[in-house]
Each structure stands twice: as C-alpha cells, then as structure tokens.
C-alpha cells in the first residue's frame, strides 16, 4: 500500500510500505476514505518530539471502511467509521472511568520505559505519533490496522459527508474538552490563544457552551477572519498588547477563563519566546510556552486554564508563582475521544456545529509531502488539509 513516512526534520514522503494485518482478535483493518493533517503531526515534522522513526507512518486523524475484522471485533465489514486518535482497552481503571487517553494497556509494555520515565507513568497508545505512545502506525496511508476496534471506533450515517465527521478523530473533542475544561459558564468571558484548527473549535464550543464574549488571539489574519465568522473578537498579537487588551475587554477585572490552542511552538518576537526559540533549535529546551505564560497572567484571580495545546518536555520561567498566588484552576491531558463521540456527532447531525469551514485544501495522499510543507509554512491560508488516498494527483 501507499503511505506518508517519515525520514527526518522536514522530511516526509509517500512510499509503498506492507499491508497492515490483524495481529489481535480485537483488530480492525480500516481502508481509509479521508484522512488530516494535524498540528500536532507538525510537531514530529519539526522534529521536536522524541523517539519518531524512520519509516514510521504519521497521521492520527483518520476514517474509512472497515473491510477486515479479527474475531473479538464488534465492527462489521462495510461499516463507515472515524476512529480516535487516542488508543484505549475500555477494561482498566482509567477507561473504566472514561478517561481513554490515560490507558494502561494500550502502549506494549516494551515501549513504556521511555514515557514513564520522562512523565511517572507510560503514555496510553496514539496513532501514528511516536515511540513514546507505542509506535502505531498512523492513518495516512491507504489501509491502517486499528487495535481495541471494539471500544474505539464510531460508525457513522451514510447521509453525513466524510469532511463532516472526519475531525471526530480529533480536533473536534480536542476543542470542546478545551472549552469543556475551561468550565464555562453563561456570563464568562474566555480568551483563546491560537486560531488553529483546534482553537477554532474551541471558540466554536465555548460559544455553543453559553459564553458571553470569546476573545481570539492569533496573528494570521484569515485565521483571525475564521474566528470573527464563528462569533469571536479578535486581537492580533503584532500589534496589540494582549494583556491591557484583555482587561479592558473584559471591564478591568481580567478574562474568566483562558484556553491555550498553542501548545509547545509557540510564534512571536518577545526575547524570552526567541531564547525559547533557540534553545528548542539546539535541543536543550523542549517546549516554547509563550501563550501559555501570557494566559495565566491574562486571567482573572480565581479564574480557569485550559489547555489542550500539546507540551512535551519542560519549559524555563513558568510563572508559577502567579498561578499559585491567583488561585487559579488547572485543567490539560490528550483528549478522552471515545467520552465524546455521541454527543458530537448528534451536534453535527443537527447542525449545532460546523465542521467544514475550516477545511482550505484537500489534496490526494501522493501529495502530503505538499500538504504538510505549506501547512507549516503558509498558516494563514493553509488553514486545514484534508488527504484523500486514490484521488486524482494534480501534478
């Protein structure tokens, strides 16, 4: 089959790899119809997650036709379904108490050293990421073996569009559990750094959740243009300072709750995000916190933080003293996908959310080298890129 690996720091192609097989009675062999380019894949592109292979398949979100099942599998062949990002068993503590990103069993015990001695305890298992979350195979690719199929995967009605349910996979709870953990409520004032896909989302949820105003902040202006459609203000940060900004928006008492859409690559031209900058260069630093900094000093004593932007090392000069001293709330961690497919999906059936507006370019799979060099260098129109195995190539 055809499928995007990976060769090293910018370096990705689409090669001939072998067909996935059913290893376990719980596998599925899923013949992917459309699959994403996240912003997180940017980061093993960037080369600043650890333990990437090369040859290693990359893509996380993903959704076809199930045409293969081992014998413990509840899926059928035929079925349309997205499948989560995240990797879970549905029987230890953790799923049991839907928290399917934190499971136990999902990454090969041969493969949990590294994460559980950088964090305390190993990673669950994603798609197509790293070593550190088991090595899967991702779901850029014509064919994907998926694990646990029977917890995971959400069949979908014919009648919704793959472009529809597509980001179900991902972005989509990734952007509600960031709003959700923001614990709206109906005369909040959020702010939002970021108007990725994931920001975008998140405004969208914070919106439908009930909040009074959504402040977006990001420096692309069709990003920013994507959020004033969904009902946010905006302030682009060149030109701006964002905290004055944000306390005279919100009556000169500070925003109610902040929401980091960001995560560990953070833009901009302040001197300690350039020092981040370099150090993350060079190896020494992994994770360039600028937005996550100027969130907590943005938002109210006693207020709410959010953050579904992805860290993944340690970061220098973290105002913890303003978190502790500001009584604030902390809330993170990859997303529980499988906790909110069905609420979702019905928001989708009903029109509640929009899901496509934030698609800019759809391209074949033979052109996600393409995909992911202009996703990276042309973020202000290159909004979201959607592959699709089989398409006709343009060039």
Known sequence: ??????????????????????????????????TAICGSDLHLY????????????LGHEFMGEVVEVG???????????????????????????????????SNPAEKQDLSATLYGHPMAGLFGY??????????QAEYVRVPFSDVGPIAVPDHLEDDKVLFLSDILPTGWMGAENAEIQPD??????????????????????????????????HRLELAKQMGAETIDFRHTDVREALMEMS???????????????????????????????????????????QAILAVRPGGRVSIPGVYGGMTDKFPLGALMEKGLQVRTGQTHVQRYLGDLLSKIEDGTL?????????????????????????QDSWTKVVLKPGMETTQ
């Open 188 to 221: 909040d004032t959020v702010a939002v750094w970021g108007c990725g896909p994931v920001g975008l989302f998140a405004i969208q949820s914070a919106i439908v959740m009930g909040a009074s105003k959504v402040i977006a902040i990001d420096h692309y202006p």
């Open 46 to 57: 960037d080369g600043v997650i650890p333990a990437v292979q090369t040859g290693d398949i």
């Open 71 to 105: 014998a413990d599998s509840t899926l059928e062949k035929g079925q349309r379904v997205v499948v989560p990002f995240t990797i879970s068993c549905g029987g230890c503590f953790h799923c049991k108490i839907e928290q399917f990103s934190c499971c136990e069993n």
């Open 130 to 139: 790293s070593h550190l979350t088991g090595g899967y195979s991702g779901g």
């Open 251 to 293: 009556g000169g008492i500070g925003v109610d709750a902040v929401i980091d859409a960001v995560g560990m690559e953070a833009h901009g031209f302040a001197v300690d995000n350039l020092l981040d900058i370099a150090k993350q260069t060079v190896g020494i630093g992994a994770d360039r916190a600028k937005a996550l900094k």
């Open 354 to 378: 929009d899901t496509t507006f934030l698609i800019s370019h759809r391209l074949p799979l033979e052109e996600a080298a393409t995909g992911y060099k202009n996703f990276r260098e042309k």
């Open 1 to 34: 089959m055809r499928a995007l690996t990976f060769h090293g720091t910018k370096d990705v192609r689409v090669e001939t790899v072998d067909d996935p097989e059913i290893v376990n009675s719980r596998d599925a062999i899923i013949k992917v119809t459309s």
